[in-house]
């Protein structure tokens, strides 16, 4: 063993030793960010690191488990990714259905697709059914996978569900009018029924949300890290959630 990581060992444990279970957040969203960049310092393709960024998932979920943490919404692909090249975007696709599928064969996670599914190949949209499907009995953390996600794409799709929904029980633009509040719309989020998020990481250094669950991280506590996602260490996990506690919500009171 390196000295360096005994040191970082031994600091790992010091953290995770000072960490308050009481104030540990219910909800974690992450915004995986990093893994080109991560790919290009190291001297590797792109698919390379986005493959290695598909291998630290379990990880983190496992550090989530120790934590009493019960619900974390990883962000995969955004409507943005779309629209890079075929040459990028299907080997990225062909890697993201590869950690769907080992999320849900691990037997520990409950997998819940958030996103806009029509929007993905037919292939990715099988995957993410079969993974939700094979998964429904699971009473371990929640994983929400957003792939194909974007906040305003949700916040369109949810007035558009409400809409709809109305439409079908003869409600009037008026009527609806009267009844459409915060608690409506949110009946219709990819993420009805679910908390919303205690705390929202991003990697890689970036300080911007990017349209990362626009509606629900209205009153979620942000962290941003240094390291690119794929570098993402337990003691980077363990400083965020000491971060957190160390904060006084106010929820705008």
């Known amino acids: 063993m390196k000295l360096r990581d005994l040191v970082y060992g031994l600091y790992a444990r010091r953290v995770e030793g000072r960490l308050d279970h ?3 957040p219910k909800h974690i969203g992450v915004i995986l960010d990093g893994n080109r960049r991560w790919a290009r310092a190291s001297g590797g393709t792109t698919e390379q690191g986005h493959k290695a960024g598909a291998s630290k998932i379990q990880e983190m979920l ?9 619900v974390v919404t ?3 692909l955004s409507t943005d990714n779309l629209d ?3 040459e990028e975007l299907k080997p990225l696709l062909t890697i993201i259905e590869g950690a769907v599928r080992d999320l849900a064969a691990d037997g520990r996670w409950r997998v819940h697709h958030v996103g806009n599914r029509d929007l993905l190949p037919s292939r990715t949209q099988t995957v993410l059914k079969e993974a939700e499907r094979d998964t429904e009995h699971i009473d371990g953390i929640l994983v929400n996978v957003a792939v194909g996600y974007g906040g305003r794409q949700e916040i369109a799709d949810a007035v558009r569900s409400l809409l709809l929904d109305h439409a ?3 409600t009037s633009f008026e009527e609806l009018a009267e009844v459409v509040d915060i608690d409506l719309i949110a009946e219709h989020l990819y993420t009805r029924g679910q908390p919303d998020p205690d705390l929202v990481i991003r990697t890689s250094g970036e300080q911007r ?3 990362f669950m626009l509606w629900q991280s209205a009153h979620s506590e942000y962290y941003f890290c240094e390291v690119f996602w794929p570098a993402f260490r337990k003691v980077d996990f363990l400083r965020a959630l000491r971060d957190y506690a160390a904060r006084h919500r106010r929820y705008g009171n």
């Open 62 to 70: 496992g550090w989530c488990s120790e934590t009493d943490v019960e």
């Open 84 to 86: 890079r090249p075929e």
């Open 209 to 211: 949300l990017s349209g």
């Open 168 to 170: 079908t029980k003869g």
């Open 22 to 24: 009481d104030q540990v």
């Open 74 to 76: 990883l962000w995969m």
